[in-house]
């Protein structure tokens, strides 16, 4: 190794973990905010609940995000509130699916959709350009024009010439 990859060792290092502290959230700073981000309204409007608090004044909203706050000041984890919220509402007031179970469809599916998709449309185009291509190695139509008319013509000779007796 040079002098000049031993010096940036460090300071990979060191830039690498000035990111990943800063990434990590801090359990201090759970806030109603946060956790009414990944909650569906159940007033029926679809909006997530802190949305539909901002927008449109919602009562049904209103009283999720004070049952939330009065769960943060109770000293309850994000993932505990979450729960709480699915076992009195279900699971269609979490704004995203579960990633386990039938709901693991929802997540793959549209990849899978895409791969596949992209995967028949490489195929089909395979298969356009390499059939031109044999169409390039043909003959082109003027060629092929060409000796036809000359096999007329040949013909067209031999035939004046037996005429001609």
């Known amino acids: 190794m040079n002098l000049r990859s031993r010096k940036k060792i460090p300071s990979i290092f060191l830039i690498a973990l000035t990111l990943s502290l800063a990434v990590v959230p801090s359990a201090e700073a759970l806030t109603a905010g946060e956790i009414t981000q990944g909650l569906t309204c159940t007033c029926g409007c679809n909006m997530l609940v802190s949305?539909?608090?901002?927008?449109?004044?919602?009562?049904?909203?209103?009283?999720?995000?004070?049952?939330?706050?009065?769960?943060?000041?109770?000293?309850?984890s994000k993932e505990q509130i979450i729960q709480y919220f699915v076992h009195t509402e279900g699971e269609r007031i979490l704004a995203a699916p579960t990633r386990k179970g039938f709901n693991l469809v929802?997540?793959?599916?549209?990849?899978?959709?895409?791969?596949?998709?992209?995967?028949?449309?490489?195929?089909f185009l395979d298969k356009c350009l390499s059939s031109r291509k044999s169409a390039e190695d043909l003959p082109a139509a003027s060629e092929i024009k060409q000796m036809s008319e000359k096999k007329y013509l040949d013909r067209l000779e031999k035939e004046l010439k037996d005429f001609e007796i």
């Open 106 to 123: 929802a997540w793959i599916l549209p990849f899978l959709a895409v791969l596949l998709g992209g995967g028949l449309v490489y195929i």
């Open 51 to 76: 949305a539909c608090e901002g927008s449109m004044e919602c009562s049904v909203a209103k009283k999720i995000t004070d049952r939330v706050e009065k769960m943060i000041a109770q000293g309850q």
